[in-house]
Each structure stands twice: as structure tokens, then as C-alpha cells.
């Protein structure tokens, strides 16, 4: 089943994948490090990339001097974080949300609470596989570099 909801994935998100080289990677990954270390640890979500370009221009302006403006750092920003989770494996995922709070047994929240976390986590694993499907063809070129990303991320 879960084969079948990345395929039907990358039938939707998949053609629309920027097509990476090894120096926009390079670039991006150089400023998410800077932008990590400006903001903190990062998290990537559909809108994070121009939440990072709005932040960064009030600061440091870190991202345009990498040579991007807002609509090439979003393409090759979101492609390199969707290559990213291409890059992780089915059990690093599943370790993810196993790292869930389970919820299911909790007297403090309604049954109604409770559905709606449970449709908000599937909402995200969904999410991911889609971000995975759609990294898919850009996943060996930042395989080299999903290190720096996981730390820039704090994932390690």
C-alpha cells in the first residue's frame, strides 16, 4: 500500500521536480548551515524556504549572496530538502513517528482531539512520502551532503 501511495506521488508531485546540480546544492546547503546557525535549528515544512529567504533578508542576506532571489532559492531550496528525505530511510521514518507521544491513551483529550492528531500525523507521513517521491531523482546528488543538512536540521 505504501508503495502505491509513492507512486501515486510521484505521479502527482514527481514531474514538477527541479532538476538539481551539484553547485546549486552546494550553495544551498552552504547558507541552510548559515541560516542555522542565525535561527537555530530548522525545520523544513511546504513554506519554510520562503520563511527562510523573508528571515534571512531582514538579517544577513545570506541567501542572496549565494546568488539566489525568492523564486530560484524556493526551486532549489525545496528541491534539495525534498532530495533530503529521499535520502532517509523507510526506518529512519518510521523512528520518526514512533517518536510520536502516543496520544491514543490519554484521558486529558476528547475523542474528536484525538482523531484530529491521528489525521494530522497521517497528514505528515503522507506529506513526507510526497517529498520523497518527489526528491526522488535528485536523491544521489545530495546523498553527498545529507549530513550537513541533517545538522543543519538538528537531526543528529
Given amino acids: 500500500m505504501k508503495t502505491i501511495a509513492t507512486v501515486v506521488a510521484f505521479l502527482i508531485f514527481g514531474s514538477s521536480a527541479h532538476s538539481l546540480e551539484v553547485h546549486e546544492v552546494e550553495r544551498v546547503v552552504g547558507v541552510l548551515e548559515q541560516l542555522a546557525e542565525d535561527l537555530g535549528g530548522l525545520s523544513y515544512d511546504g513554506e519554510a524556504t520562503a520563511d527562510w529567504f523573508e528571515n534571512d533578508a531582514l538579517g544577513e542576506r545570506r541567501i542572496e549572496a549565494a546568488g539566489f532571489d525568492l523564486a530560484g532559492w524556493r526551486e532549489a531550496a525545496d528541491s534539495t530538502m525534498r532530495a533530503f528525505y529521499a535520502t532517509l530511510s523507510e526506518t529512519e521514518i518510521e ?62
Fill in 95 to 156: 523512528e520518526a513517528f514512533a517518536a510520536i507521544p502516543d496520544f491514543e491513551d490519554r484521558q486529558d483529550l476528547t475523542d474528536s482531539q484525538k482523531q484530529a492528531l491521528a489525521e494530522s500525523v497521517a497528514e505528515q507521513r503522507a506529506t513526507i512520502e510526497a517529498w520523497r517521491a518527489e526528491g526522488a531523482a535528485n536523491a544521489a546528488l545530495v546523498q553527498p551532503f545529507s549530513k550537513r543538512v541533517r545538522a543543519a536540521l538538528d537531526m543528529e
